[in-house]
């Protein structure tokens, strides 16, 4: 049996039918929701960072601008909502397109560049003298559209697409160059690696599934503000969730995303500062005694991880 | 209007520039993103509330004493943070994800102690003691303190003496820089760390002075932060260290008169825009980050270092 086919029937295949099954059985529906958003936010971050060695810091200003074009579209053109999910896929790669030549930059440039660039976004969607086409700060209300239920398999299709994505670049030439391009650049492209193209469809693709993952968002809860939907936590959250797995595997994410989204639930501080203390110094730890994640705790011992 | 915007614009920029060159310094050296730069800035203005609340005194004298606290903690966190992270696959990336965890650390803690209210000083506390030394020393009258008259426009004191300040505190470091032996060290790590350490340079010893000094110089531009923006929270953090990395961009890396120029650039671009189109005024940052990044990533006095 094929490595992709293998992936694709014991990864993916199951955590897709496990979060199908759970609404009918657990009621806090918006939990499960976020859940599958973060999954699909922490596998964009993998396609991008795992793969290409890019940090995307502002990752949001693609989700964002996703849920900001689903809202648009179905308040000005009165679009079906599946139409405009599809509709903010495309603003989240029109964006990416638009920050492409941000690539030229490396290491900890690119990072902030890319941060910059999400509270540009931000700071363009909230004027206030957008007010007529965003309606600037007030924030948009989609009650035409609200449909939970429709929305929440629309964000499990685009967490199926997703996981196929990381799924192919795990298995395929495609993702062997891009990860050889992270390695080392020059000699990649000795080897006849198109070094800009490759990351350029990486970085798309990773742009096009926020895009998606915020339409989704947007049609689930409806009515949002601008500082909701560009929160840099989406990010943060997104990155630690990876990090915290481990990059450039099919697993890790998925794993940060459960088990630390996870926790973070089942703290519910009531005070929210005891909670960033300990989700600070969680990171912390992380980064200084696990760096590539929990999935190197395996490979460590020379057990192979998909 | 104009001559007034640019003014506030040169004041303001001097300013920014100490905000900015601590940053500079940290990431000169050690190729570490200190994301957690806005932070130490929120605590050195609460070192200033802590001095006018208990001792009653001008703000002034929290200066030297924020600059060697933090001195301390940043060589101590040092020692403790960035070997660890140096030894790590990545660590120019991971040290954003390191000092943005360490950056949430200090936002809590901060608001556990002192709640999430907005603090402010009286602007008028901020220089008491040049009057007071007026008055002692050589008999002058106590005057109102008022606004310094410069091109016939009023500007507030407090912005004045936080320019000066910061003219002080960037003409010491390039004092340090250029004139001291732990400063030539400092730019031989800064040009090539590997070739420092193999000519026989303490890497660890510079880059934790730089460390110290970035940290410190990050407070003491804290401590004018509640006069130049009115008030300080907790969460002051986060604007200020991606402002302070678009004065820094705007400069250059390793050249402390590069970020003084970069601050003034900045200062009177955000004053241009807030006298002339407001409501965008938020924007400016963020898209002058990105297009000096894009047209110009070795900063206006920089060489050409930094492209993929």
Redesign the interface.
């Known amino acids: 049996m094929p490595s992709a086919l293998k992936h694709m029937l014991f990864i993916v295949a199951p955590l897709l039918a496990v979060f199908a099954v759970l609404p009918g059985v657990y009621q806090n529906h918006l939990l499960l929701f976020n859940f599958v958003i973060f999954l699909i936010l922490a596998q964009g971050v993998n396609i991008i960072y795992g793969f290409t ?1 890019y ?1 995307p ?1 502002g990752y949001v200003g693609f989700f964002g601008a996703g849920a900001y074009g689903f809202a648009i579209l179905v308040m000005h053109y009165q679009a079906p909502a599946v139409v405009a999910v599809l509709v903010a896929g495309l603003v989240g790669v029109a964006l990416g397109l638009l920050l492409t ?13 890319n ?3 999400s ?2 976004v931000l ?2 969607v909230a ?3 957008l007010e007529n086409i965003t309606r600037g700060p007030y924030g948009v209300s989609l009650t035409g559209t609200f449909n939970p239920t429709l929305a929440y398999t629309a964000a499990l299709v685009v967490l199926a697409l997703t996981l196929g994505a990381v799924v192919f670049l795990k298995n395929s030439r495609f993702g062997l160059a891009l990860q050889a391009v992270r390695e080392d ?1 020059v000699s990649a492209s000795m080897a006849g690696v198109n070094v800009v193209r490759m990351r350029v469809i990486a970085w798309l693709v990773s742009a096009l599934v926020a895009g998606l993952a915020g339409g989704v968002y947007a049609w689930y809860v409806s009515v949002f503000y601008p500082d909701n939907v560009f929160s ?1 936590e989406f990010s ?1 959250f997104a ?2 969730f990876a ?1 915290f797995g481990g990059v450039a595997s099919i697993c890790g994410p998925i794993v940060g995303v459960i088990l630390l989204y996870g926790i973070y639930n089942l703290i519910g501080f009531t005070t929210p ?5 300990i ?6 730890g ?3 005694f696990l ?2 994640g929990l999935v190197s705790l395996a490979t460590r011992r020379g057990w192979h991880v998909p | 209007m104009l001559i007034y915007a640019l003014v506030a614009g040169v004041l303001f920029g001097l300013y920014f520039s100490l905000v900015g060159i601590g940053l500079n310094l940290v ?1 000169g050296v050690m ?1 570490i ?1 200190n994301l957690a730069h806005g932070d130490f800035l929120m605590l050195g203005a609460f070192v200033a509330f802590g001095v006018v609340t208990l001792a009653g005194i001008d703000p002034l004298f929290a200066v030297p004493l924020a600059f060697v606290i933090f001195l301390m903690v940043g060589v101590l966190l040092y020692w403790v ?1 960035v070997p ?2 140096q030894g ?3 660590p ?7 000092f ?10 901060t ?2 102690f002192f709640g999430t209210s907005e603090r402010s000083i009286q602007s008028r506390a901020l220089g008491t003691v040049f009057s007071t030394i007026k008055v002692k020393l050589f008999g002058g009258k106590p005057d109102a303190g008022g606004p310094v008259q410069i091109f016939g426009q009023g500007f507030p004191a407090s912005w004045v003496i936080a320019a000066a300040t910061s003219l002080i505190a960037i003409a010491l470091v390039y004092v340090y820089l250029y004139r001291t032996r732990l400063g030539t060290l400092t730019r031989a790590v800064m040009s090539r760390r590997d070739e420092a350490f193999a000519t026989g340079i303490d890497v660890d010893r510079v880059s934790a002075a730089a460390f110290g000094i970035g940290l410190g110089l990050a407070a003491v531009a804290g401590i004018f932060a509640p006069f130049m923006f009115g008030s300080v929270t907790p969460a002051f953090g ?1 604007d200020a260290t ?1 402002t302070s ?2 004065i820094v ?1 705007l400069g250059s890396l390793g050249n402390p008169l590069g970020t003084a120029l970069g601050g003034v650039v900045y200062g009177v671009c955000y004053m241009l825009v807030q006298t002339y189109l407001s ?2 005024a ?2 400016l ?3 002058l ?2 297009f000096i ?2 047209l110009r ?1 070795s900063g206006l006095l920089g060489r050409r270092v ?3």
């Open positions: 060695g940090l810091f030549p941000l690539l030229r930059l490396s290491g900890a440039y690119f990072a902030i560049a941060l910059a660039a509270l540009a700071h363009f004027n206030p003298a650049a840099g943060i990155i630690v990090l500062q005891y909670f960033q203390l989700y600070g110094l969680l990171i912390m992380l980064v200084l760096p590539a | 990431f190729r993103v943070l660890r992270l790590s696959a990545n120019e990336m991971l040290s954003i994800i390191l943005f965890g360490l950056s949430q650390v200090i936002e809590a803690v608001t556990i986060a991606v990395f678009a961009v409501s965008w938020d924007l940052p963020y898209v980050l990105i990044l894009l990533p930094r492209v993929a």
